[in-house]
């Protein structure tokens, strides 16, 4: 069952732009990451924001988290066509044990023109 | 550095055939998963396990198993592959004593079935 929905689905900015995608989600979480993914390849993990935290930053990576909208944002400032990939949301539960797992959303597909 | 590797790239099989899937983590996590991916879809979870030769089903377990004979290596099985199963499959380790539960993934296999 899919727990994290990004939004859009797609998204095409030029290079220099920023680019925020949104994720939203159901139940409690312990965090939420973020994934990049380049065409034909694994994931990759870019950032966590834990559930008593509403602002991290990496680089040119900003991420909020709003868990009383259970709502997350991800903008990428001054984006290169490097960037172009495709990015998912993960979640992980409240209570994590042994056997849990994160939740991953569809993925937005960024394009990044030259 | 972490690594999670996957026995081939790319692979094509007849319908019918039994078609094993072999991932291998160099981290000593506790957790390894199988994940499909599917345009639109998203990643969806097969199996997973937290442990040797203890697995459980994710969300789209029919037509596959699994083996976890040893802590490092973790093996997707398609006992009669049908060509509904073509798609691209991920592994992911992630380690329990991690409050975060990252998941780091392989390159995928992109499985063709004729």
């Known amino acids: 069952s899919q727990q994290g929905e990004e939004d859009p689905q797609a998204l095409s900015i030029q290079e220099g732009e920023n680019a925020t995608m949104n994720c939203s989600y159901k139940?409690?979480?312990?965090?939420l990451q973020w994934y990049r993914q380049n065409s034909g390849r694994g994931l990759v993990h870019l950032i966590l924001i834990r559930s008593n935290e509403r602002e991290k930053h990496s680089g040119r990576l900003r991420v909020t988290l709003d868990t009383s909208k259970k709502s997350s944002s991800l903008l990428i400032t001054a984006s290169r066509a490097a960037d172009t990939a495709s990015y998912f949301c993960?979640?992980?539960?409240?209570?994590?044990?042994?056997?849990?797992?994160?939740?991953f959303g569809k993925g937005i597909t960024l394009s990044v023109r030259p | 550095d972490v690594k999670v590797t996957q026995s081939s790239r790319y692979l094509v099989k007849r319908t019918g055939e039994k078609v094993f899937l072999e991932c291998v983590q160099d981290m000593d996590h506790e957790n390894m998963f199988w994940y499909r991916q599917d345009p639109g879809l998203g990643l969806r979870l097969i199996y997973f396990s937290y442990d040797v030769k203890m697995k459980e089903k994710g969300d789209i377990p029919e037509g596959y198993s699994v083996s976890r004979e040893k802590k490092e290596r973790f093996s997707l099985i398609l006992e009669s592959a049908s060509t509904n199963q073509t798609s691209m499959y991920l592994c992911?380790?992630?380690?329990?004593?991690?409050?975060?539960?990252?998941?780091?993934f392989g390159p995928g296999t992109r499985l063709t079935v004729t």
């Open positions: 139940t409690s979480i312990n965090n």
């Open positions: 993960a979640t992980a539960p409240w209570i994590m044990g042994a056997n849990s797992k994160l939740t």
């Open positions: 992911a380790s992630s380690f329990v004593g991690s409050v975060s539960y990252e998941q780091y």
